[in-house]
C-alpha cells in the first residue's frame, strides 16, 4: 500500500471537499494542516514545489486539484 499524507488547510474550500469525500467514503489518511503547522507548509513547498492544497502526496510525490485526488481514493479503494 502507498504512503499517502493529504496536506490541507481548513479554510480551502477545495480542501473541503477532498475531506468530506474521505469521511462519506470512511477513507482515513494522515493529514497535515499547512495554517496550524508552519513546517508543514515548508514541506510541502520543498517536496511539492508550491504551497498549493489540496495535495495528496503518493510515496513522495505530489497530486493536486481535488478533483484528480478524489478520482485516485475512488480508484483505489479497497
Known amino acids: 500500500m ?3 499524507v493529504l496536506y ?3 479554510a480551502c474550500p477545495f480542501c ?11 477513507i482515513e489518511v ?3 494542516d499547512t495554517v496550524a503547522d508552519p513546517s508543514a507548509r515548508e514541506e ?5 514545489g508550491k504551497a498549493q492544497v489540496p495535495c495528496l502526496f503518493i ?9 484528480d485526488i ?3 481514493f475512488a ?3 479497497a
Open 2 to 4: 502507498p504512503e499517502l
Open 16 to 26: 473541503v471537499k477532498v475531506m468530506r469525500y474521505l469521511d462519506a467514503h470512511g
Open 30 to 32: 494522515p493529514m497535515r
Open 44 to 48: 510541502l513547498v520543498r517536496v511539492g
Open 75 to 77: 480508484a483505489h479503494r
Open 70 to 72: 478524489i478520482a485516485y
Open 59 to 67: 510515496d513522495g510525490e505530489p497530486l493536486y486539484e481535488s478533483a
Open 8 to 10: 490541507k488547510k481548513d
